[in-house]
């Protein structure tokens, strides 16, 4: 089992930054792909970016690619997102989730872990 816990959420204006952090327990992530995943209030679930094993492949998604970047450390066992440029736009719950591979994914579906959520608000 792995337990995974995002901190770093808060409220910040537009045009700010953040980094969240997903700190995972329980056993190693280091052979797993990472993912970060956003849910705002009445909307679907959405992919934001994704990160394979080693942290040598990186895929984002198209809202917010060029602003985010994702990065882990796997002696920390820990996973990061970097957020620049931030737009009313990106507030949403932020989770952190442990793919089923050591694949770069973007689809939900092949997450076995996920953690609680951070919330980010950014402000106009």
């Known amino acids: 089992q792995v337990q995974l816990v995002e901190s770093g959420g808060g409220l910040v204006q537009a045009g700010g930054s953040l980094r969240l952090s997903c700190a995972a327990s329980?056993?190693?992530?280091?052979?797993?792909?990472m993912g970060w995943f956003r849910q705002a209030p009445g909307k679907e679930r959405e992919f934001v970016a994704a990160?394979?094993?080693?942290?040598?492949?990186?895929y984002t998604g198209d809202s917010v690619k060029g602003r985010f970047t994702i990065s882990r450390d796997n002696t920390k066992n820990t996973v990061y997102l970097q957020m620049i440029s931030l737009k009313p736009e990106d507030t949403a719950v932020y989770y952190c989730?442990?793919?089923?591979?050591?694949?770069?994914?973007?689809?939900?579906?092949?997450?076995?872990?996920w953690g609680q959520g951070t919330q980010v608000t950014v402000s106009s």
């Open positions: 329980g056993r190693t992530i280091s052979n797993n792909a």
């Open positions: 990160i394979n094993w080693s942290g040598g492949r990186t």
């Open positions: 989730a442990a793919a089923k591979t050591s694949w770069v994914q973007s689809e939900g579906s092949q997450y076995d872990y």
